[in-house]
Nanobody, 119 residues
Framework: VQLQASGGGLVQAGGSLRLSCAAS????????MAWFRQAPGKEREFVGR??????SIYYADSVKGRFTISRDNAEVYLQMNSLKPEDTAVYYC???????????????WGKGTLVTVSS
């Protein structure tokens, strides 16, 4: 499975961005599509995930109410509203055969897209 993420950029605090990630290849292996992020000097953290049917969505507490994850076939999106400087990070999409949030249980990763939120 190959993953290609896009949509990062520079935005002011309070602004919005929409990230996209397209999966290709052996997509029949995918059960869960997720977003993670990694800020400078910090560990990679879970942001949100959606299962293949779209019926199960889960967010990290830090983004709940501000971010919305959605999926359309083999693409996953992350709508980010009310952005804060602490949201600055490289955002990665990932897929798993299981419904999980642990990054160690994700099988394939995209290269990441940088989101910078200025204060």
């Amino acid at each position: 499975v190959q993953l290609q993420a896009s949509g990062g950029g520079l935005v002011q605090a309070g602004g919005s961005l929409r990230l996209s990630c397209a999966a290709s290849g052996r997509t029949f292996q995918i059960y869960t599509m997720a977003w993670f992020r990694q800020a400078p000097g910090k560990e990679r953290e879970f942001v949100g995930r959606v299962n293949w049917s779209g019926g199960s969505i889960y967010y990290a507490d830090s983004v709940k109410g501000r971010f919305t994850i959605s999926r359309d076939n083999a693409e996953v999106y992350l709508q980010m509203n009310s952005l804060k400087p602490e949201d600055t990070a490289v955002y990665y999409c990932a897929v798993s055969r299981r419904l999980v949030t642990n990054p160690l249980q994700y099988d394939y990763w995209g290269k990441g897209t940088l989101v910078t939120v200025s204060s």
